[in-house]
């Protein structure tokens, strides 16, 4: 009888398991889709600063989860664990909301924050610093100029010739390699 309970069982965890597998792959894809979202044409030339206003409905469409929570709800996302902070290829970052292009891979550095770090933007006039008096300090704020999404924040610590440290989450950029 413990034979034929085997012989029987073995098939039905099979099934299981193989349900369980494809449950897996299926949030696997979902997770890689959402990282990596379809990208219209980023472009250097793509330099206006009219504003962008959107709905939140709008801004919950077009950005991922965490784009939305970085952006839209001031956000932050995990050090060490996030695309950008060790990021060494050429290029160039953009505003994931608006796609205003906004740093140059030459300005990057290590900071070992586990954020991406840069010294400088590509225009001052494409960031906007705002006091943010949130966790009991008080620091600046960086926003983007255009559609006024939540980068990060600017520190004195960074390293010559600005002395600045532009502490991005990297939720809030996209990147795009140069050829």
Not at 146 to 166: I, N, Q, S, V
Request: include cysteine; charged fraction near 25%; aromatic fraction near 10%.
């Amino acid at each position: 009888m413990k034979r034929y309970i085997k012989i029987i069982s073995l098939p039905l965890i099979l099934l299981v398991f193989m349900a369980c597998m494809q449950a897996n792959k299926k949030e696997g894809i979902e997770l890689a889709e959402n990282v990596n979202p379809p990208q219209e044409k980023l472009s250097l030339n793509d330099t206006s600063l009219k504003k962008v206003v959107k709905s939140d409905a709008v801004w919950k469409k077009e950005l991922t989860s965490d784009q939305y929570h970085i952006l839209r709800e001031k956000g932050t996302e995990y050090p060490f664990r996030n695309a950008f902070f060790d990021n060494h290829k050429k290029g160039h970052y953009f505003c994931a909301g608006c796609k205003l292009p906004l740093f140059s891979s030459e300005t990057k550095f290590e900071s070992g924050t586990g954020w991406p770090s840069f010294y400088d933007v590509l225009d001052k006039n494409r960031v906007q610093e705002v006091v943010d008096k949130s966790l009991g300090m008080v620091r600046g704020e960086i926003i983007c100029a255009r559609c006024e999404g939540h980068l990060g924040h600017l520190f004195d610590d960074g390293p010559r010739p600005t002395g600045l440290r532009y502490c991005m989450n990297s939720g809030a950029l996209l990147f795009q390699e140069s050829k």
